[in-house]
């Protein structure tokens, strides 16, 4: 919790452009009232978005869903294995050891080649097992873009009608019940002893109650992961009906944003190394960068 906390909150706000229109991210939603968020929304709580309305802003700022980057196949995977400083000196070294026993005296001997061979195999199976490794844990982003439903209720033209998550946007009014999985990130601005899963965000197993009462924020208080008035993309309703104002979408949602870390800094965009390999290294933990590093002084 407290890892995606400093994360979440430290990210830089961003400006969604509509030609020479700008709206800017909602600071602190939280602690707007529901007139303040009418306004900078140009929504209304009752009546919603009117459909002109939900088509500029669906076209300003995409379609509410996460990017999935390309995903490297297997076979790439285990060859990304075998290019790593330290795997290199391994092959090199038992090529080394296979061509100096081949021209030695003993070249006729099979035990002569045991060494090499050993090196081999066990390159092998490690880049093995390392590529199926990262192939499954890059279902992590496939996953969360899994964490939604089909279709919700939203308010347009003063009127309840169905919608595809995708084209939610923000200041939508959406219309939760119980069963729901939150579309986008919202304020609620109703909420009838409304209670949230938000086990996928933070990891908590039990339900956080929600409620729509803004609470002022005392000086020196830390900004919450999760506020009470606030639901995040990908919670799942498990009690209660309520209403709220979709204040982010896509992959500035805050489970958008865990995407992004996960994929890498570059959000998942398709990086090459040696021409044609995929580049992970974005992704690559502090463990996996500081071994790298360890691994190519050893064998300088």
């Known amino acids: 919790r407290n890892f995606w906390s400093s994360h979440l909150q430290a990210w830089p706000s961003q400006t969604a452009v509509d030609g020479s229109r700008m709206l800017a991210d909602l600071h602190e939603p939280e602690l707007k009232t529901a007139e303040e968020l009418e306004r900078h929304f140009g929504t209304n709580v009752a009546r919603g978005l009117t459909s002109k309305q939900a088509e500029a802003n669906l076209a300003r700022d995409g379609p509410n869903e996460l990017e999935k980057p390309p995903k490297p196949t297997l076979l790439m995977l285990f060859i990304l294995q075998l290019t790593g400083f330290v795997i290199i000196l391994l092959l090199v070294a038992a090529a080394a050891s296979i061509t100096v026993n081949g021209t ?103 339900d956080v109650a929600k409620t729509a009462k803004v609470k002022a924020k005392k000086p020196g208080e830390p900004e919450k992961l999760t506020p009470e008035n606030m639901v995040f993309s990908g919670c799942s309703v498990t009690n209660g009906k309520g209403r709220g104002v979709v204040c982010d979408t896509g992959m500035k949602t805050r489970i958008g944003r865990i995407a992004q870390l996960i994929a890498g800094e570059d959000g998942g965009k398709s990086k090459t190394k040696c021409g044609c390999l995929p580049d992970t290294s974005g992704s690559a933990t502090p463990l996996q960068q500081n071994l790298e590093k360890l691994g190519g002084r050893i064998g300088i």
């Open 104 to 206: 030695g005296p003993n070249k006729e001997d099979a035990l002569s080649y045991t060494t090499g061979m050993a090196i081999f195999v066990i390159v092998i199976i490690n880049a093995g097992i390392a590529a199926w490794t990262e192939h499954k844990a890059g279902d992590a982003l496939e996953a969360l873009s899994k964490m939604t439903q089909a279709t919700i209720y939203v308010v347009r033209d003063g009127q309840e009608v169905k919608t595809e998550v995708p084209a939610v946007c923000r200041g939508d009014i959406v219309i939760l019940g119980t069963g729901d999985v939150v579309p986008a990130d919202m304020r609620l601005v109703e909420a009838d002893d409304v209670k949230v899963s938000e086990m996928a965000l933070t990891g908590e197993p039990d």
